[in-house]
């Protein structure tokens, strides 16, 4: 069984930086496209970042420079690093995984078939 779990979300005031991490299991985490979405209360799941299995990484707009998605093959982890954090980056932030080797477009919430729970992240001004 496949299961994601993301951790290391929290409060932290505007500037500061945060990582996310998320465990995978019953998967190899640099088998398939990996990447990070984010959802605010009232307004839909968005792409922040993804990296292929070739390791590949692309960033929405509004994040590069400032946040690191990365991987570690030998503790099966995602990770997220988050740096310059704004307020409008509070949300609910997701790992997800699309299910097949040939990577689909990254950006694609739909491309995505397993999914974590969520790791709250939230910016004070």
Not at 59 to 86: C, H
Not at 113 to 118: A, D, P, R, S
């Amino acid at each position: 069984q496949v299961q994601l779990v993301e951790s290391g979300g929290g409060l932290v005031q505007a500037g500061g930086s945060l990582r996310l991490s998320c465990r995978t299991s019953g998967r190899t985490v640099g088998s398939t496209a990996m990447g990070w979405f984010r959802q605010a209360p009232g307004k839909e799941r968005e792409f922040a970042a993804a990296i292929t299995n070739l390791g590949t990484t692309e960033y929405a707009d509004f994040v590069k420079g400032r946040f690191t998605i990365s991987r570690d093959n030998a503790k099966n982890t995602l990770y997220l690093q988050m740096n310059s954090l704004k307020p409008e980056d509070t949300a609910l932030y997701y790992c997800a995984a699309q299910a097949t080797p040939t990577t689909l477009l990254l950006e694609i919430t739909t491309n995505y078939f397993y999914w974590g729970q969520g790791t709250q992240v939230t910016v004070s001004s």
